[in-house]
């Protein structure tokens, strides 16, 4: 039997170049590989064209699809007479270097062009592999950029200005528990946080909507916290005067009364002026006050507002707050009464005393964009995504922090939706 570099150097009359030479059709169809050695073809320096290299790749590609085999081919070639060195020329016995080295070839000066094949290299059983072409590589990133360009056109455009969810929430504690609303059921409260009213992301026809679908749930209490202004500086065509967004809020309707916090974005703009606008409209905001709310049932319930911690900034990112927790826990009178407490950022959350059954929050929007697995990358919130989003329960009681409905820093939502909260409790 003949070696392959023995059949190397025999040279085959052709008609065409490359592998379509008759030497190498019996090998087309899959079958147990033997080495096939010896196909040579010299190509004349008038008949190499760009055509040729082509014919080539199609021939390649009809032999790994139909046969399933690889086939292995040396290639050689001469420019100008002067042969490539020989190591380099085993580099490329390789059928994935095949594309690289026909464009490599230019088509002038004229080139001497041989190749021959050596045999076919039988592939197992199984899925043929698909090699990575330049075409399919293009193909791939374009898709990735399609996809790329759909899920960002769906988190600027679609999530934060068209998507509204309710996220539903049980809670429990021995202080909340008996608790009943006017028809028999557990207390239902309705939580809205962080509109950030503005054109286009927030404008007065989203704020009326999210009213009457929080209204149509009919729940026994609602209460507001914080954040009405725009939290966005750029990407804003409008803000919403306060005027208006504070009269939308005036249609909130639930039996026990609508109540509000503040947030650090109405302090950044004028905290005193938007307090006054929600108290024109019937709104009391409770900032470091309780007050007892009765239920039908006869019990009582503390609700209790926390000033903004991040009311006033200093400078370099550092912030003095208007919060007074003890001065507020001083108003609770009575130990068997249950306390919700409301505060617009989370993170008072560890301080929180155990005397209060449940706190509401809003302030981190959920990060604004959770990714799958890796969850929100950026929370505003010393603690990370601790208190990111939902319910929290540490030893000193619990907390629900909303996503609130609207955008700031960048008017992007991603898997968190603009969220109405509703809590039944009982
Ligand atoms: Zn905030």
Redesign the pocket.
Same mark, same amino acid.
């Given at each position: 039997m003949r070696s392959n570099d023995e059949c190397l150097g025999e040279s085959l009359p052709s008609r065409r170049p490359g592998i379509r030479n008759q030497q190498h059709q019996p090998c087309l169809p899959a079958r147990p590989i033997v080495p096939r050695v010896g196909a040579k073809v010299v190509t004349s320096p008038k008949r190499f064209t760009r055509e040729t290299q082509r014919d080539n790749h199609l021939n390649i590609a009809r032999m790994r699809r139909d046969s399933c085999s690889l086939p292995l081919l040396a290639w050689q070639c001469r420019i100008q007479n002067q042969q490539l060195a020989r190591d380099r020329w085993h580099s490329r016995t390789r059928e994935l270097n095949f594309h690289a080295i026909t464009h490599q070839i230019p088509t002038w000066p004229p080139a001497i062009f041989e190749h021959r094949a050596i045999g076919f290299i039988h592939r197992p059983p199984g899925p043929c592999v698909q090699l990575i072409t330049r075409r399919s590589l293009l193909k791939t990133l374009a898709g990735g950029a399609l996809i790329a360009g759909a899920l960002g056109s769906y988190a600027f455009a679609v999530e934060p200005r068209f998507r509204l969810a309710v996220s539903r929430y049980r809670v429990t504690t021995a202080r909340l528990k008996g608790l009943k609303s006017a028809g028999g059921g557990p207390l239902r409260v309705a939580v809205l946080a962080?509109f950030h009213a503005c054109e286009p992301w927030m404008p007065m026809s989203r704020i009326n909507h999210i009213v009457a679908t929080t209204n149509a749930m009919k729940p026994d209490l609602t209460v507001l916290l $914080?954040?009405y202004v725009a *939290?966005l500086k750029r990407f804003r065509s409008a803000i919403v005067p306060m005027r208006q967004w504070s009269s939308a809020l005036a249609d909130l309707e639930a039996p026990l009364g609508v109540h509000a916090i503040l *947030?650090? /974005?109405d302090w950044w703009v004028d905290g005193p002026i938007v307090r006054e606008h929600l108290e024109r409209v019937g709104i009391p905001v409770l900032e470091n006050r309780a007050i007892q709310l009765g239920l039908p049932s006869g019990k009582r319930l503390w609700l209790a507002g926390l000033g903004d911690q991040?009311a006033i900034p200093l400078g370099r990112g550092r912030f003095r707050g208007v919060d007074d927790l003890a001065g507020t826990m001083e108003q609770i009178k009575d130990e068997h009464n249950p306390v919700i407490m409301l505060a617009?950022?989370p993170d008072i959350f560890p301080k929180m005393p155990s005397r209060v059954d449940l706190t509401l929050s $809003? /302030?981190t929007h959920g990060g604004q964009v959770r990714l799958p697995l890796m969850g929100p990358p950026i929370v505003?919130s010393r603690y990370g995504q601790r208190y990111a989003h939902g319910h929290v329960s540490e030893d000193n009681g619990q907390m629900i922090v909303s996503g609130g409905l609207g955008c700031?820093m960048l008017p992007v939502r991603f898997g968190v939706p603009p969220e109405i909260v509703m809590i039944e409790m009982g």
């Open positions: 962080d $914080g954040d *939290g *947030g650090n /974005h991040l617009h950022e $809003g /302030h505003p700031s």
